[in-house]
T-cell receptor
Framework: SAVISQKPSRDICQRGTSLTIQCQVD?????MFWYRQQPGQSLTLIAT?????????ESGFVIDKFPISRPNLTFSTLTVSNMSPEDSSIYLC???????????FGQGTRLTVV | KQEVTQIPAALSVPEGENLVLNCSFT??????LQWFRQDPGKGLTSLLL?????REQTSGRLNASLDKSSGRSTLYIAASQPGDSATYLC???????????FGTGTLLAVQP
């Protein structure tokens, strides 16, 4: 298993500002992912965080808007840049040890942009 | 493109009832399928993971089955309790990538 600490748990931000979300795992993991869950919707993958290299973004998500860092095998950050009310969502960090093993999620960051 | 659908979207049952949640997917080339529980405004809690070579997995009152050829999985909850009230999500890990594709979720309410 893996225990994931995600910070902050929630925030209210002004439009045009940026927020950085942290994801800390209690053990080294191969794979780390960032998801977005818009109100009333299911989860959508934003990107795969790659250790020591640029993240791999899904269609519709770009690095300028969602820069991601992963300096080591236990930590990653997601920044939501130049926020607008449409960015109001729950952002979730997920990890897995290998392709075929169980995925674990953090408690999420509930972001409200006003 | 893999698509995952869950039926019903919402379900309300009296306490003690056994129930079944359904999940269907369009591409049978999957690594595994995972069921999650999500409480309002919270993250996801993993319930069961079924590998593509397996038919079912059990954990306590939960039993999940997988029929890859028909693109279906079911989550069976026995003797439901009010504490089971939550949104239940299924997700498949595509064989072409290592991404989890999520279903639309079933909102379960267990009435005391």
């Amino acid at each position: 298993s893996a225990v994931i600490s995600q910070k902050p748990s929630r925030d209210i931000c002004q439009r045009g500002t940026s927020l950085t979300i942290q994801c800390q795992v209690d053990s080294q993991v191969t794979m780390m992912f960032w998801y977005r869950q818009q109100p009333g919707q299911s989860l959508t993958l934003i990107a795969t965080a790659n250790q020591g290299s640029e993240a791999t973004y899904e269609s519709g998500f770009v690095i300028d808007k969602f820069p991601i860092s992963r300096p080591n095998l236990t930590f990653s950050t997601l920044t939501v840049s130049n926020m607008s009310p449409e960015d109001s969502s729950i952002y979730l960090c997920s990890v897995a040890h290998t392709v075929n093993t169980e995925a674990f999620f953090g408690q999420g960051t509930r972001l409200t942009v006003v | 493109k893999q698509e995952v659908t869950q039926i019903p979207a919402a379900l309300s049952v009296p306490e003690g009832e056994n129930l079944v949640l359904n999940c269907s997917f369009t591409d049978s080339a999957i690594y595994n399928l995972q069921w999650f529980r999500q409480d309002p405004g919270k993250g996801l809690t993993s319930l069961l993971l079924i590998q593509s070579s397996q038919r079912e997995q059990t954990s306590g009152r939960l039993n999940a089955s997988l029929d890859k050829s028909s693109g279906r999985s079911t989550l069976y909850i026995a003797a439901s309790q009010p504490g089971d009230s939550a949104t239940y999500l299924c997700a498949v890990k595509s064989g072409a990538t290592n991404k989890l594709i999520f279903g639309t979720g079933t909102l379960l309410a267990v009435q005391p």
